[in-house]
């Protein structure tokens, strides 16, 4: 993620300096055009432009900074390396492509807003600029993406919480442990979108003029930037709805059931079917009697006192996890750490 936020510092001193060269150069020729001798007057309003999103630019990485001081002193997913990026994530700690998307736009919209704002009271201009009606329709798309790609999640995955281990990245361009074609090809419109974005506000910033200071706003975003976005929204999310889910073992909890009076071991995970298959815990098979859930999500066993009680005395010993589902055979191996079972391949 550090490389993304590179990215961002790189296209804003792209803009700055776009801003600067082509606004002077225009200058220099408006000043010849209308045969004046000194250019100041242009040159001192394409200054105040830089000075307002230099403002902007540093004002938006403070607050960033803070947040990220915030969030490193309030112990978020119980981590002892939480980071800024960690807002990605979703609820089972995984990297999240379409909040990924709604971070990145936040950032650039929030930049660009403050930066015309500021431009347009460096002139004398106190109002709000006005948001072009394709530019709510595109921050109600990177808003809405991330709704339902949690509703999606929901349905498919169980929540099993977070773990220590925070998966890479590079991870949300994948599918079932897969590079996924439809994920890469959000993530890069999204990319290829913010750059025709900060394309445009420099075409805009460039051509402006003292005289049309109040038409100064986000810039118009064009019908057919907004149908390619919502496409590629659309792939992304039907592409992860339709896609089927290969059995996984994700948590392994044990608990004590007052109503039974026994301790239930649950085993969570994703793609695990509704039939009942075999669930076997280091070498010991439970047959159907004590397996008292079976689903999609979450299976749920009784085992024997015996059983608890060996448990129990090789409490520091990494236990497997197999489960038989028709002819796949699923294994996981935890280790205990400070009493909560920790996946470890």
Not at 11 to 23: A, E, K
Not at 66 to 86: D, G
Not at 294 to 306: A, H, L, R, T
Request: hydrophobic fraction near 45%; aromatic fraction near 12%; glycine fraction near 4%.
């Amino acid at each position: 993620m550090y490389v993304s936020f590179i990215i961002i510092i790189l296209l804003s001193c792209m803009l700055f300096g776009s801003i600067y060269y082509t606004f002077g150069v225009y200058a220099q020729s408006s000043a010849l055009i209308n045969n004046l001798n000194d250019p100041q007057l242009l040159l001192d309003f394409r200054e105040k432009i830089v000075v307002a999103f230099v403002i902007a630019f540093f004002t938006v990485l403070s607050v960033t900074l803070a947040v990220n001081k915030w969030i490193k002193e309030k112990q978020f997913l119980n981590s002892p390396n939480r980071k800024f990026w960690h807002i990605i994530l979703d609820s089972n700690c995984y990297p999240s492509l379409s909040l990924f998307q709604f971070t990145m736009w936040t950032f650039v919209i929030s930049f660009a807003y403050l930066g015309i704002y500021l431009t347009r009271i460096l002139n004398g201009q106190l109002e709000l600029a006005p948001l072009d009606g394709n530019m709510m329709i595109l921050l109600g798309l990177s808003v809405s993406a991330p709704i339902i790609n949690k509703v999606i999640s929901n349905v498919k995955y169980s929540n099993a919480g977070c773990e220590n281990t925070i998966p890479k990245y590079s991870s949300m361009l994948e599918e079932n442990d897969k590079f996924s074609l439809t994920r890469f090809q959000f993530f890069l419109w999204t990319w290829v979108s913010i750059v025709i974005f900060f394309g445009i506000l420099s075409y805009d910033l460039a051509t402006l003029s003292v005289d049309n200071i109040k038409e100064l706003r986000l810039p118009e975003i064009n019908d057919t930037l907004i149908v390619l976005m919502g496409i590629s929204q659309a792939g992304y999310l039907g592409a992860k709805a339709v896609t089927k889910i290969n059995p996984t073992i994700t948590k392994f909890l044990r608990n004590f059931n007052s109503v039974k009076n026994k301790e239930v071991w649950t085993i969570l995970g994703n793609g695990l079917g509704n039939e009942y298959g075999k669930a076997i815990v280091n070498t010991t098979e439970f047959d159907q009697e004590q397996i008292l859930r079976w689903n999609d999500k979450v299976i749920e066993i009784i085992p024997e006192s015996s059983l608890v009680s060996a448990l129990q005395k090789a409490k520091d010993d990494p236990i497997l996890l197999r489960l038989i589902i028709g002819a796949r055979v699923i294994e996981s191996k935890f280790e205990t750490k400070d009493g909560t079972y920790i996946k470890t391949n």
